[in-house]
């Protein structure tokens, strides 16, 4: 596979090679794909999820509709749940 990167990228995978932290430039790819990954896999949010909720929390705060953390916590991660369960169903 060949890739065109942009010359910032480029720079950054040499800093990040002179830094002795990674071997080469396949190391810092892997590295950086590794680390989407695991992002994408451990994040509660699909995307563009937290953007909106967080817009609709700040008009619900600007109502004066708010409520305790854990109890939002808990009611996003049911709603989550509700979800996973009716996607699989």
Known sequence: MELKLAAETEQLI????ASG????????VAAGIAALDRDRRSSDFEPGELDRLIAEG???IERGNVMDLDEAYERRRAE???????KSA
């Open 14 to 17: 040499r800093e990040l090679i």
């Open 21 to 28: 932290d990674y071997e080469g430039p396949e190391a810092v």
């Open 80 to 86: 989550r749940a509700r979800a996973r369960s009716a």
């Open 58 to 60: 700040e008009a619900d």
